[in-house]
C-alpha cells in the first residue's frame, strides 16, 4: 500500500506529461514514451442486454466491449502507432491540417497492481477537441501498463473504454 | 389525396440526363429527403446483418433499413426473422439493446411482450381490463414484408411487390462472390464500428460506389507518390457499373500473372501466415470461381442505395440516414469464418487502421462528406452544378466480366448512382400510396 502511494506522484506526472505533449502535438515525443511492445486498443463498445437486471455483479461493463477477436475502433502496435503518427505530418493528413484544438484532462489515477515491475494504472480522461466543424467531447476509462526504466516508465499496454457506443464525432484522429 | 410531398416539377432540374452533373440541393432539401424515405429507402433491398451475428435461437439485434429501427432475430425454431421494432400499442421502440439473447422482448411502456417469431405473447391486463377481447394474433410486431439472405448477407425490403434479392443485385452478385463465395466455409461480420458524420447519405455512397480520384489526394498522406501521380490510370485497376446504382472498383490482373505477384498490389504487405493463406485462398477460388474472378480483386464497391464496401480491406458498411444532413456510419469487418484466428485478427486490425474513424484514409474522409454537404445548404452555393463528367462516352464493355467499364479513375459508378437515384425518385411517383 505504502510502496503504489509513492509510486503514485510520479505516475501521475508521467500522465500529466504525456498529456501535454498531446495536447502541444509533439507526437514524436510522444512516441518515446512506448514500450516496444505496447500495445494500444480501443474495443467497440454496445448496448447489450443484461443476463440478470436484479444482479448489479451482472451489469459490467465488460461485456458490453467486443472481445480481442472482434474488429476495434483502434489496435495498433508500435509499427502501426509510429505509422499513425508519421501520416499526421505528411502535410495531406487533412483531418488534422490544420491541426484540432485539444484538451486532455487526466483524473482518478489508480495504481491498480504492481507486478514484475510493471505498473498497472487505471485513470479516467476527458478529451475535448474543436475545430471547423464544432467541438467533440469524449470521456473514457484508460487501463495502462507502465514498465519502469530508471527513474521514468514506459507505456506497454493502454486500453481504452470510451463512453459511447455510437461515437457522437465523426473521426478518431487523436489519441488518448 | 396524396398525403406525401411531391418532387418540384421539372425532373431536369437535378441530375442531367446523361448523369454529368447534379445539382448540390439534392444533398440538402427536408423535401427531397422525404420522398427518399418513400421511394428509395422504402423500396430497396437493405442490409440488416449477417447470419453469423445470430448464432442460436433466442440471438437477436437491432439495426436499421433507412430510419426504420428493424429488430432481427433467429426465433426458437432457428429461422431469421426481421419486424419494425415498434410495439403495436404505443410505438414504443421495443427492443432497447444493439443485440443479445432472448426468446421474449417486452415494452417497457406498458409490458406488452412478444416472442422471438414477433408474435404478441402477453398484454398485462388481458383479462381484467382488456375484457379478453383483444385479438393477439391480430397485434403482433409488422413484419418486414421481404426478407433474404445472400451468401449469409441478410437484406430486407419493405416493397412487398419489390423484385427478387437475387434480380435486384444483378450482376453485382458475380462480383460479390468474389469475396463471399470464395471459400467453403464463407465469412462472418465482426463489429461494427459506429459513429456520426455531418454529411448527406448520397455524399457518402457515392464515393464508396465510384471515387477512386479522390484517392491520390484525400488520401495523399496514405499514398505520398501517388499525389504527385493522381492523373496517371491505375493500371490493371478498373471502375465497373454492373448495373446502375451498384458499382464497384477492382484490379483486374492477367491470367497469366501468377498471384504471388499481384497480392502484393494490396495495401501494404501480408505477414507471412496472411500471404499463405492468401495464396491458398486463391487456389480455392480458382476451383470455386474459375480463373477470371481468382483474378479479380476488389477496391471498392456499394450496392445501392447506402451498402458501402473497401474489400481491399475487408471493410463492408451500411450508410445509416439520420435526417437530411447526417449519417451513422455502421463499419464492419467481413472476413472468412474457417480462416485461422492470426489471420482474422490481422484482416480486424488492418479494417481499423485503415477504414474506420481511425482509419488512416476514413479520418480525412468525413471532412470531405461533411464540407460537401454543408456546401449544399447554402442558398446560392446549391443553385450551381457540380461535375461529373469523367470518362463520359468513353464506357466500354469486356467479354471477361460483365458491366460497363470505365478507367481508374473515371466517374461512371457516380453517374449511374445519380440516374438510379433519379429513376426510383420520379418512376416512383406512381406507385405511391
Not at chain 1, 109 to 131: H, Q, Y
Not at chain 2, 9 to 15: I, N
Amino acid at each position: 500500500m505504502s510502496s503504489d502511494f509513492e509510486l503514485l506522484i510520479p505516475i501521475q506526472q508521467w500522465l500529466y506529461r504525456e498529456a501535454r505533449l498531446l495536447d502541444s502535438r509533439r507526437f514524436d515525443l510522444w512516441l518515446g514514451l512506448l514500450d516496444e511492445s505496447i500495445r494500444y486498443r480501443i474495443p467497440n463498445r454496445a448496448l447489450v442486454r443484461q443476463a440478470h437486471a436484479k444482479d448489479f455483479s451482472t451489469w459490467s461493463v465488460e461485456r458490453e466491449l467486443d472481445g480481442a477477436d472482434s474488429l476495434a475502433l483502434i489496435d495498433d502496435d508500435l509499427a502501426a502507432l509510429r505509422y499513425r503518427v508519421g501520416r499526421l505530418q505528411s502535410g495531406m493528413a487533412w483531418a488534422e491540417t490544420p491541426p484540432s484544438m485539444s484538451r486532455r484532462l487526466v483524473s482518478n489515477v489508480m495504481i491498480d497492481s504492481v507486478r514484475e515491475g510493471c505498473v498497472s494504472v487505471v485513470s479516467t480522461i476527458f478529451l475535448a477537441k474543436s475545430r471547423n466543424d464544432g467541438r467533440v467531447l469524449f470521456t473514457a476509462e484508460r487501463r495502462d501498463k507502465l514498465a519502469p526504466i530508471g527513474a521514468d516508465f514506459r507505456l506497454r499496454e493502454r486500453y481504452v473504454v470510451l463512453d459511447d457506443a455510437v461515437l457522437a464525432a465523426d473521426n478518431l484522429s487523436l489519441l488518448f | 389525396m396524396n398525403s406525401q410531398p411531391s418532387v418540384p416539377l421539372d425532373r431536369e432540374r437535378y441530375v442531367a440526363r446523361d448523369g454529368s452533373w447534379v445539382m448540390p440541393i439534392i444533398f440538402s432539401d427536408p423535401t427531397l429527403y422525404e420522398i427518399e424515405k418513400q421511394r428509395i429507402f422504402g423500396r430497396s433491398w437493405l442490409l440488416l446483418g449477417h447470419e453469423s451475428q445470430l448464432p442460436r435461437p433466442g440471438s437477436f439485434l437491432r439495426s436499421w433499413m433507412g430510419e426504420e429501427s428493424v429488430l432481427v432475430t433467429r426465433d426458437r425454431n432457428g429461422k431469421i426473422r426481421a419486424h419494425l421494432n415498434a410495439c403495436r400499442h404505443r410505438g414504443y421502440q421495443l427492443c432497447q439493446e444493439d443485440r443479445g439473447t432472448g426468446q421474449r422482448f417486452q415494452c417497457r411502456y406498458h409490458g406488452w411482450t412478444y416472442d422471438s417469431d414477433g408474435s404478441l405473447a402477453a398484454v398485462p391486463g388481458e383479462e381484467s381490463i382488456y375484457y379478453r377481447e383483444i385479438d393477439k394474433p391480430k397485434w403482433g410486431l409488422v413484419p418486414v414484408p421481404r426478407l433474404d439472405t445472400f451468401r449469409g448477407l441478410i437484406f430486407g425490403n419493405f416493397d412487398p411487390d419489390a423484385c427478387s434479392l437475387e434480380d435486384y443485385l444483378g450482376d453485382m452478385a458475380w462480383y460479390l462472390d468474389i469475396v463471399l463465395d470464395r471459400c467453403a466455409g464463407g465469412t462472418e461480420l465482426l463489429g461494427p464500428q459506429r459513429w456520426r458524420i455531418a454529411a448527406n447519405w448520397k455524399v457518402v455512397a457515392e464515393n464508396h460506389c465510384g471515387d477512386e480520384y479522390h484517392v491520390g489526394f484525400a488520401h495523399g498522406s496514405v499514398f505520398p507518390n501517388l499525389a504527385a501521380n493522381r492523373a496517371t490510370p491505375i493500371p490493371y485497376a478498373r471502375e465497373i457499373r454492373p448495373a446502375m446504382g451498384h458499382g464497384l472498383g477492382a484490379n483486374v490482373f492477367p491470367d497469366e500473372m501468377p498471384p504471388e505477384e499481384w497480392l502484393k498490389a494490396g495495401l501494404g504487405e501480408f505477414p507471412p501466415p496472411v500471404y499463405d493463406y492468401m495464396l491458398r485462398i486463391y487456389d480455392e477460388t480458382l476451383r470455386r470461381l474459375g480463373k477470371q474472378r481468382a483474378h479479380i480483386s476488389l477496391i471498392h464497391g456499394a450496392v445501392w442505395p447506402n451498402f458501402g464496401m473497401v474489400p481491399i480491406v475487408n471493410s463492408f458498411r451500411v450508410i445509416q440516414p439520420r435526417g437530411v444532413n447526417e449519417v451513422e456510419m455502421w463499419s464492419y469487418s467481413l472476413v472468412d469464418r474457417e480462416a485461422p484466428a492470426e489471420v482474422k485478427a490481422w484482416f480486424a486490425a488492418q479494417s481499423a487502421r485503415t477504414f474506420g474513424p481511425a482509419g488512416s484514409f476514413e479520418q480525412d474522409d468525413a471532412g470531405n462528406w461533411t464540407a460537401v454537404t454543408r456546401s449544399s445548404c447554402g442558398f446560392e452555393s446549391r443553385k450551381h452544378r457540380l461535375n461529373l463528367q469523367m470518362g463520359l462516352g468513353h464506357e466500354e464493355r469486356s467479354d471477361r466480366f460483365p458491366g460497363e467499364l470505365g478507367l481508374t479513375a473515371s466517374e461512371i459508378n457516380q453517374r449511374g448512382f445519380y440516374l438510379r437515384w433519379m429513376r426510383d425518385m420520379f418512376d416512383g411517383e406512381t406507385r405511391d400510396e
